[in-house]
């Protein structure tokens, strides 16, 4: 343990918030019943070229519990016309992440699906049995910036494009 951890009481020993792990504690690697999770968001908005107001949107959340672990990011960018949204499940040594893009000037639209280490045809399975693993290991009882909507809605990878979902930002997820 450094000095500055030693001398701050939010990481010394087993008394302080933080445990004598430091941050591992916290981030469910030394207790494996932790359950963590973080979101943040970001806009910007200034005058462009053209006098038209020039916005750019980030927003991410992380949800974690053990080895059942969720990524979601959007982003949108109104000079570009560029809309990006994707969604990572990892469970273990697997892993199936969503990205879905739109170029908003020309209405063209992409997904990829990426899957590591198993077969892409296995990706409905692997939601399934991610969804199962999360309910096992308390995930679920985290808020996630989707969790509004009816789960039927929240159990898909990626929701179709369109509508304001309620949450902290436009992106329909």
């Known amino acids: 343990m450094n000095s500055m951890m030693k001398a701050n009481p939010f990481f010394s020993g087993r008394g302080g918030v933080f445990g004598s792990e430091g941050f591992g504690d916290v981030m469910g690697q030394s207790h ?7 979101q943040s968001f ?7 070229k053209d006098g038209k107001q020039h916005v750019v949107q980030k927003s991410s959340a992380m949800r974690r519990a053990g080895n059942v672990q969720e990524n979601k990011e959007s982003h949108s960018d109104s000079h570009t016309g560029v809309e990006r949204m994707s969604i990572q499940r990892k469970l273990g040594d697997k892993a199936r992440k969503i990205v879905r893009g739109r170029h ?13 280490n198993m077969d892409a045809s296995r ?5 399934q049995e991610w969804e199962q693993a999360a309910n096992r290991a308390g995930l679920m009882r985290i808020r996630s910036s989707n969790s509004r909507q009816p789960s039927a809605r929240r159990n898909a990878a990626l929701p179709p494009w369109g509508g304001n979902t309620g949450n902290m930002s436009t992106r329909p997820w």
């Open 42 to 48: 970001s806009y910007s908005s200034m005058p462009g």
């Open 32 to 38: 494996p019943g932790a359950v963590c999770s973080s």
């Open 104 to 116: 908003n000037f020309t209405g063209e639209e992409v997904q990829d699906d990426v899957c590591v």
């Open 123 to 127: 990706g409905p399975q692997f939601d």
